[in-house]
């Protein structure tokens, strides 16, 4: 009897004493483990914890020593073509009053996914927008550094999720593709930050618009460890808010492109990331939200929003663990990074560009991981605003994945 039930919980929970940590279908290695149980909860994880020194230019901002991130994987497999995936995570260790300030709970992805075929399948619920490197595949041990690539903060919103439906899958061998269609953007919540703000989350998101987005993924066999890919976001933003000065109504029309190209060979890793965006209406929208600002505080900054917008970095790193220690199966490598980027590339008619938002990134540092699953890292970063002064910093952190 007892041996039956233990047999029992094995199938329905997925708890091995070792796992194969890969990506699958454009998540990150924990976040794919559902996809490879037999059926039942499987569960995993990720966190991330930094200590930021500013050693320089620090104004008023103080060192720190944060929990960023703790977040769970539960997911669920019916059967062997039907797949609920979660992701919820805590931000900055608490939540309560003052929790904006502080920490929040989130759902960041949920999501059923119905395996039909190789070359098309389906999925439906808040999903990960298919952009970039980290958007989708964001877990501490699949970056280097401590904090994610500017450029894929604020040119492409990471972490950026919406709710939809689409269709994934492979075109040939090789060549791999998501596409989906979901909620647009809340054009409102624009700023001389670029789109992030306008990322609804799933959160009572307004759909009075609608966005398509997609990806192509070049993964080719005659050269392992190459990928080669582009993606695009297209949707109206204006979410029934925004009127012209002739009464129609406006569509601030979002428009976002990337390309991005990996390699990794023995020891070495290359990145290379570009992305360029252009926001219909910017005019319009930077009134109507200086507006909205100044109602709250009559002392607000005018609100600009970039007609165009772009950013690009490459990095590049090598272990040399198998330098130091032949045997070894840890890992040791230091990164450099250079970014480059402006949320407001071209200012709207009538506004002045807000110079802060075009900076330069410096950045080099060294990632330890004893096992795959876990990684200490150390990196400094060198940061420059063509008006302005930005802090530079000094960060150690640890990350790990379950």
Not at 98 to 120: C, I, M, P, T
Not at 279 to 298: F, H, M
């Amino acid at each position: 009897m007892l041996a039956t039930e233990v047999e029992k919980l094995k199938t329905q929970l997925f708890i091995p004493e070792s796992r194969e940590y890969k990506s699958q279908y454009g998540l990150g290695p924990a976040a794919s483990q559902v996809y490879r149980v037999n059926r039942g909860l499987s569960i995993g994880g990720y966190g991330e914890a930094m200590y930021t020194n500013y050693t320089a230019n620090k104004g008023s901002n103080k060192d720190s020593a944060d929990l960023l991130r703790a977040v769970i994987y539960a997911g669920y497999k019916f059967n062997d073509w039907i797949i609920l995936n979660n992701e919820i995570e805590f931000e900055h260790a608490t939540t309560g009053e003052g929790s904006e300030e502080k920490g929040e709970v989130s759902v960041e992805f949920s999501q059923l996914d119905f395996l039909l075929h190789k070359n098309a399948n389906i999925r439906a619920g808040l999903m990960l927008m298919p952009m970039g490197f980290i958007n989708e595949m964001h877990e501490p041990t699949t970056f280097h550094g401590n904090i994610r690539p500017d450029v894929e903060r604020y040119i492409i919103p990471s972490t950026w999720r919406e709710v939809g439906a689409g269709l994934f899958g492979e075109v040939v061998p090789d060549l791999q593709y998501r596409m989906y269609a979901v909620n647009g953007l809340n054009a409102e919540e624009f700023s001389n930050q670029g789109i992030r703000e306008g990322r609804q989350g799933g959160s009572k998101a307004a759909a009075e618009n609608f966005a398509f987005t997609g990806r192509l993924d070049y993964t080719p066999s005659f050269a392992p460890g190459l990928l080669v890919g582009a993606s695009t976001f297209l949707g109206n933003a204006a979410q029934d808010n925004f009127v012209k000065a002739n009464g129609k109504k406006a569509d601030v029309f979002t428009q976002l492109y990337e390309g991005h190209v990996q390699w990794h060979y023995r020891g070495l890793e290359v990145r290379a990331l570009g992305a360029w965006g252009h926001i219909g209406d910017a005019g319009l929208v930077s009134r109507q939200n200086t507006s909205a600002a100044r109602d709250k505080d009559p002392t607000a900054d005018d609100v600009i929003v970039g007609k165009e917008n772009y950013g690009w970095y490459t990095e590049a790193a090598y272990d040399i663990m198998p330098l130091l220690w032949k045997e070894s199966t840890q890992y040791l490598a230091p990164f450099l990074r250079y970014e480059r980027y402006d949320t407001i590339a071209q200012a709207p008619d009538g506004f002045d560009d807000d110079r802060s938002w075009d900076r330069r990134i410096y950045q080099g540092g060294l990632t330890y991981k004893p096992i795959p699953n876990i990684s200490i890292k150390a990196d400094y970063r060198n940061i420059s605003a063509a008006s302005g002064q930005r802090p530079h910093e000094f960060n150690l952190g640890v990350g790990f994945i379950y």
